[in-house]
């Protein structure tokens, strides 16, 4: 009983003297259990910059679209409005405008039967679907990568979960021990790992949720403002025959 109490001091004290804070596993850890820490740790970061960037930039977007909308419906000269912003639309919904109204005006004359009517409808239907498009690409730019790390991060944590254990194993293996001072670092390293992929999956799966649902409300406005002024220009069209 006595030697059993000598050896539970002992490792209590052996276990005591280990530092298991974040920079002593990172430290203690494999080159690749290491490797698996600094790539999820840069995911991690890239992700938070990429929320902060399209959570800003989709306020400003509403706002720009709003002040736009706002002119838009006001009852100003159409063509005094692209007079202004053709040179630099500000958004999206500006830019749709702008495409729009260029096409309209590249118009050589004026349609005068039902054909050419037709014909310079689609083509500016044709014009807004494209620049919609080509802004919803440019603003959904860098999402598909919090989704790669939403669905990924997990399975790397857990790569270097399973070589940290490993790296246990080996350990006890060498040293015939199976005590807690033994196991027990490798285990933490391995248990890092996956903790950083959670940190790093987690916000990036709820930020793609919330961020996709934004953006597809917004993708719907600009599809509904191209439709109502592709109306107005068809009646302008059919008001000329």
Partial sequence: ???????????????????????????????IVKSVIILLLLASI????????KWIAVRRLNKRSNAFEKIFWS????????????AEPRD???AVFVAAMREWRRSPSKPGIGGATASLAERIDRVMHITVQREMDRVERYMTFLATTGSTAPFIGLFGTVWGIMNSFQSIALSKNTSLAVVAPGI???LFATALGLLAAIPAVVAYN???RDLDRYAGRLDNFAGEFGAI?????????
């Fill in 1 to 31: 009983m006595e030697n059993q109490a000598v050896d539970v001091m002992t490792l209590a004290g052996s276990t005591g003297a280990l530092d298991f804070g974040m920079l002593a596993l990172f430290e203690r850890a494999d080159l």
């Fill in 46 to 53: 890239w992700c938070w910059a990429i929320i902060f960037e």
């Fill in 75 to 86: 009852g100003q000269s159409l063509d005094d409005l692209y007079d202004r912003i053709s």
């Fill in 92 to 94: 999206p919904m500006s």
């Fill in 188 to 190: 933490a390293e391995a």
């Fill in 210 to 212: 919330k961020l996709s």
């Fill in 233 to 241: 220009l068809s009646r302008e069209m059919e008001d000329e025959k």
